[in-house]
Nanobody
Framework: QVHLVESGGGLVQAGGSLRLSCAAS????????MGWFRQAPGKEREFVAA????????YYANSMKGRFTISRDNAKNTVYLQMNSLKPEDTAVYYC????????????????WGQGTQVTVSS
């Protein structure tokens, strides 16, 4: 069982930055690939980024490449999402998730989810 808690969301102006954190419980954090997803009102949850168990491999949705950076610290049981050059269309609830089967773009491959943190980007 993995319990995930996101933090770091908030209100930011377009062009600004935020750093999201996701703290995981348990001693098995390093055995899970981690992902970030987001969901805007009226839209489906979409993939943002993912990182392998060791942190050596990362994946991004095309619209986030060059602006977002996913990283993890296995000693701290935490995964991060650094978001730069934010746009109003980045407004959403951001979720972190843990996948025992490795990195994936798909929500159904993730076993555990956090409660989400709201990110609002004003124009």
């Amino acid at each position: 069982q993995v319990h995930l808690v996101e933090s770091g969301g908030g209100l930011v102006q377009a062009g600004g930055s935020l750093r999201l954190s996701c703290a995981a419980s348990g001693r098995t954090f390093s055995t899970y690939a981690m992902g970030w997803f987001r969901q805007a009102p009226g839209k489906e949850r979409e993939f943002v980024a993912a990182i392998s168990r060791s942190g050596g491999t990362t994946y991004y949705a095309n619209s986030m490449k060059g602006r977002f950076t996913i990283s993890r610290d296995n000693a701290k049981n935490t995964v991060y999402l650094q978001m730069n050059s934010l746009k109003p269309e980045d407004t959403a609830v951001y979720y972190c998730a843990a996948a025992s089967g490795g990195t994936s773009y798909y929500t159904y491959d993730y076993d555990y989810w956090g409660q989400g943190t709201q990110v609002t980007v004003s124009s």
